[in-house]
């Protein structure tokens, strides 16, 4: 197992083999196989990070000796991923995770190096012969999110605290606004930008924020507990992010959109070990298991019910989240009536929809 | 649209008061000629011995003494290398900052996804009541009124008491005072010591207080705030009082007005506290006059007692 110590030394080890001649590390029994996680967070983050270390552990749990797993934990998004990346690869894992949507171009230049290594980049979208991407339809949890806030808030305004302008974050925007506006068209969306995506007095302070200016339900797209746990001293409600932050507060967390991640990896590993490893693209959302809702708490029975059928329409296909008509916040057409998004200009996309207060940074 | 003052007012305070602690304690040190740039990582190691111990004992007056005592520790490690073994105190403090994080993570690891209850918020019945003014003057934590009674009692020592000039003396000259016969190393531990407390103080309102659980480099540069505030309030304790709601209403407006919708880039309203801390120390270093009256002349050198 990894942690800063011995990150330091794998670093200092690939030094020391960038510096001599390839030392020829004795292989250790040609049967197991080494799998390596680069997290961007510490794993006791109990949001993204600690989550893709669950599914870490389900991968142990289900081959147990025939595979040996290796994490880094607080990696950069820097060139020092890249090092990280490669290193893992150079000790003989034969497959890698990378879980940070800045790895992206790390992977892509670390996958050139070792071709025969297999890769698997989370939330980015570059593809290459040895890496996959694969990512979970977090804006399908915002929805369910978003029409439990609907029903729940008296303001009518609902606040979110947004980590980065990147197209993953607006669609959990745009979907909460529009889930909630499914049930109260008169609802309005605030927004704070931390520019961070773990910053725990930051984010704190930002649900204090969005309280002071009249939110009365609050959800977050950053990784700690901290808003959570404002929420419940301001005695208001919110969501858990990533993860079921619930025990960190009982009476303030409705739900949570919790990134499930283990049968994806322990599939891929399977793959490996089948030698039947492919590069492939998956985004998986509430129908395939790769996103669940946490159960519900802290509301009436007949928002638990409109929840949970929402849960089930979006799983069935009967909900479409974005579906025309869709408007932009200066009320531009971005799609007629009836006519639904494609991936691609979701996966794009930088406007918001009509009612959230705020502009997105150009 | 609706602003809500009092709220508003209670967490200025809450953001400001770790920055007056730690920089109060700064304070202290920089008057006794001694530049500590450690603060970061004394808070950091403070933060998480407090909330640990809060979180084993379930006592948060347990877990401030602990924050406490692990300050002083860890200053003493500052104070050993560069009091009584000349190292430089730039590298020194650089590196105590580094050793901490790393330390207080590494310590932290057991203690991440626990919660602590919040330092408890005192009631004065009838005066807490009073609609706006009440919340605000009458019903913060301990923590914040020991802040400022802590600047008032640093006020009267420094200023005001014989020991206080003794330190300023060391400060100013460590050649003079060690002359007269003063014991300039004996003080300066002493007063890194206090300055180790202090961030020990503000890491455990960081960790019980401000924040009701541990996270890896919680401070988020809170300690370089503390820094820059103590040029700020160009070593005046009641400056510091300015300097520190000043910076804490930064930081907290620069999340909050985002929330009108204000059309400014969100990039630059986050790097808005730092900036500003620039902003103002320039400023500030351009008044020659005012930084040479209050400056410790000896602030930052190496003490060789042979002299």
Redesign the interface.
């Known amino acids: 197992m990894m942690?800063?110590?011995n990150f330091n030394k794998l670093l200092g080890a690939g030094l020391v083999t960038a510096a001599a001649p390839k030392i020829v590390t004795p292989a250790l029994a040609e049967d197991v196989l080494k799998v390596g996680f680069v997290y961007f967070g510490?794993v006791?983050?109990?949001g993204w990070t600690?989550q893709h270390d669950v599914g870490r552990m389900d991968i142990v749990k289900k081959f147990g000796d025939k595979v040996k797993t290796t994490y880094v934990e607080?990696v950069p998004e820097s060139a020092d991923a890249e090092r990280v990346i490669a290193n893992l690869a150079a000790k003989g894992h034969k497959l890698i995770f990378t879980t940070s949507f800045g790895y992206m171009d790390p992977t892509i230049k670390a996958a050139k190096r070792f071709p025969k290594t297999y890769f698997e980049h989370c939330a980015g979208y570059k593809l290459a012969s040895n890496v996959s991407v694969y990512e979970a339809r977090f804006y399908e949890g915002r929805y369910v999110q978003g029409v439990i806030a609907g029903m729940m808030s008296k303001t009518g305004v609902a606040?979110y605290i947004a980590s980065i302008?990147i197209p993953e974050v607006i669609m959990g925007m745009n979907a909460f606004l529009l889930g909630m506006r499914s049930v109260n068209p008169a609802a309005k969306l605030?927004?704070?930008?931390?520019?961070?995506w773990?910053?725990?007095?930051?984010e704190?302070?930002?649900a204090?924020?969005?309280?002071?200016?009249?939110?009365d339900i609050v959800t977050q797209h950053t990784d700690?507990?901290?808003p959570l746990?404002v929420y419940a001293?301001?005695g208001i409600k919110g969501f858990g992010e990533a993860t079921d932050m619930l025990?960190?507060a009982p009476g303030a967390q409705l739900t949570a959109s919790v990134n499930n991640w283990g049968p994806y990896y322990v599939k891929r590993v399977q793959d490996v070990l089948d030698g039947t490893w492919k590069s492939a693209n998956t985004w998986g959302g509430l129908a395939s298991g790769m996103l669940e809702m946490a159960p519900y708490h802290n509301m009436p029975d007949n928002v638990i019910a409109a929840a949970k059928a929402t849960e089930e329409g979006i799983k069935s296909g009967k909900i479409v989240i974005f579906k025309g008509p869709l408007k932009d916040q200066k009320g531009i057409a971005k799609s007629t009536e009836g006519v639904v998004l494609d991936d691609g200009s979701i996966s794009s996309m930088d406007w918001l929809v009509e009612g959230v207060?705020?502009?997105l940074?150009? | 649209m609706d602003f809500h003052y009092t709220s508003f007012l209670l967490s200025v305070v809450v953001a400001s008061t770790p920055l007056l602690l730690a920089a109060a304690g700064e304070l202290v040190a920089e008057r006794a000629g001694v530049l500590n740039l450690g603060v970061e990582g004394m808070m950091l190691v403070s933060a998480v011995i407090a909330f640990a111990v809060a979180v084993t004992t379930g006592s948060s007056t347990l877990g401030i003494l602990a924050g406490v005592s692990a300050g002083v520790l860890t200053s003493l490690i500052f104070a050993v290398l560069t009091l009584s073994f000349l190292s430089n105190q730039v590298a020194t403090g650089l590196a105590l900052t580094i050793f901490g994080t790393g330390l207080s993570a590494l310590i932290g690891k057991a203690y991440v996804g626990m919660v602590v209850k919040r330092l408890p918020q005192i009631h004065v019945p009838g005066l807490s009541d009073i609609p706006f003014f009440g919340p605000v003057f009458f019903g913060q934590d301990v923590l914040v009124y020991l802040s400022f009674a802590l600047v008032c009692a640093i006020y009267w020592f420094l200023f005001k008491t014989h020991a206080g000039l003794v330190l300023r003396a060391v400060g100013d000259s460590h050649d003079a005072a060690h002359a007269i016969g003063f014991p300039v190393i004996k003080i300066r531990y002493l007063a890194v010591m206090f300055g180790g407390g202090m961030a020990g103080l503000a890491g455990a309102y960081m960790a019980i207080a401000y924040n009701t659980s541990w996270s890896e480099g919680m401070t988020a540069g809170r300690g370089w705030i503390a820094l820059a505030l103590v040029v700020f309030a160009t070593w005046r304790p009641f400056w510091l009082v300015v300097g520190a709601y000043l910076f804490g209403s930064i930081m907290y407006l620069s999340l909050y007005i985002q929330g009108f919708g204000v059309h400014i880039p969100s990039q630059f309203i986050s790097a808005l506290p730092y900036a500003s801390t620039v902003v103002v120390l320039v400023a500030i270093s351009r008044d020659r006059k005012r930084i040479r009256l209050n400056a410790p002349a000896s602030l930052g050198k190496t003490f060789h007692a042979a002299g």
């Open positions: 942690n800063r110590r510490p006791g983050d109990f600690y607080n606040g302008p605030k927004f704070i930008m931390v520019n961070t773990y910053d725990p007095g930051k704190g302070d930002a204090k924020a969005l309280i002071d200016q009249g939110c700690s507990t901290a746990q001293q301001r025990k960190f207060v705020g502009d940074p150009k």
